[in-house]
């Protein structure tokens, strides 16, 4: 399993787990996953697909290998990287004795004469992993939906926090999205079905519709009115500025990801239907509805804890993210009491869960979106307080940016003061 880190591998780690596979995760820094909750029961072998040297020992009696990286966040020149990483890995597979190559790219049509360099790369990127003559399962996606997804999460911060969505015109091309269960249920189901080894499958929910569409319609859902506004001539570089600074998706990735809207990105062949006849892919009503139940402390990734750091603050799945950690001499820890007088007339009575070692608590009548405080003493050594904020709206994502971190510190305060 390469990018183990990464969204879409580390969830279906858990799935391949549950049915029983072993797995053997190959990254760069294997302290990142130490804080995952699979991290006891996976192989881990360090190593990095630009560095081909490193890629002989941890392939060693792999029989089916899941390609899931890009190098985007490399910026200028990704997609010679792209290639390049692509045939490393090819190459070092086919001399460990891989059988299959699972790997998704990017849902576009080859032929397109204005293909964005991100789709191109992606698309090449397969071609890169087949020359060395093992099978590939080549997956092509367009918008993936579900929270920590890219696309997704550039959907959701833009749709909530702008009354007026401003944009270039090309928002006016289509795509089908594809949501995060179904895209997962797919890649399980390639080691299952011999058929689709050689093949390339693209995915995608049954009606398209236009990017800007998919923003109106997740609004709609989220009972957000928002007017659409397209214009020409907005570059995209000016597009990728404002979600760099507005949502969790980096410059890096956002440029290449505006670029790839000036294409559609539509299922062109049906050939998922009859190699998985049993996956009936949601619709994108549907999947924006189970990315937001998905939305909750329950199920977000705890990225911030591979930071290791005493402090965190991210938005990440959806949610702006307050993390805090105290060490503690002597292994003292123990849950605090809750507060009771907190900035912003917030008071956290709802308790959600609660163990020896966890309490978690829901804030009530609470207008601006969904806010959870939760202390964790699993580490007898330290306390741990995670504040998770689901912002409603644009009031709520102004509290996200400018009063979750005062909510946090004073929180914290007093838990530290307050342990029982």
Known sequence: MTGATGYIASRLIPLLL???????????????????????????????????????AAMQGVRTAYYLIHSMSAGHGYDRLDLESARNFGQAAQAAGVEHIIYIGGLADPADPKLALHLKSRIESGAALAEAGIPVTEFRAGVIVGPGSVSFEMIRFIAEQFPLMVGPRWLNHCSQPIATPDILAYLVAALEIPECRGQVIELGCETARAYIEIMTEYAQIRGLKRIPL?????????????????????????????????????VRERTALGLFPDIKPLDYAQAVRRALADTNPDKVERAWLDLDRDQARMLHEGMFIDYRRKHLPGGEAALPIPPRRLPFGIQFRRVERQTKTLLRLKAELFPWGECWLEWNTA???????????LPNGLPGALFGYWGLGRLGARCFSAAAKARV
């Open 230 to 266: 397209l214009l020409p001539f907005i570059p995209p570089a000016l597009m990728a500025f404002f979600i760099d600074k507005l949502t969790p998706v980096a410059y890096s990735y956002a440029l290449p990801l505006v670029e790839g809207l000036q294409n559609d990105s539509l």
């Open 18 to 56: 549950e049915k029983g596979y072993r797995v053997r995760c190959l990254v760069r820094t294997p302290e990142r996953l130490r804080a995952r909750a699979w991290y006891p029961n996976v192989e881990v072998a360090a190593g990095d697909v630009t560095c081909p040297e490193t890629l002989p």
């Open 379 to 389: 580490r007898r050594d330290r306390l741990e307080q995670t504040l998770f904020f």
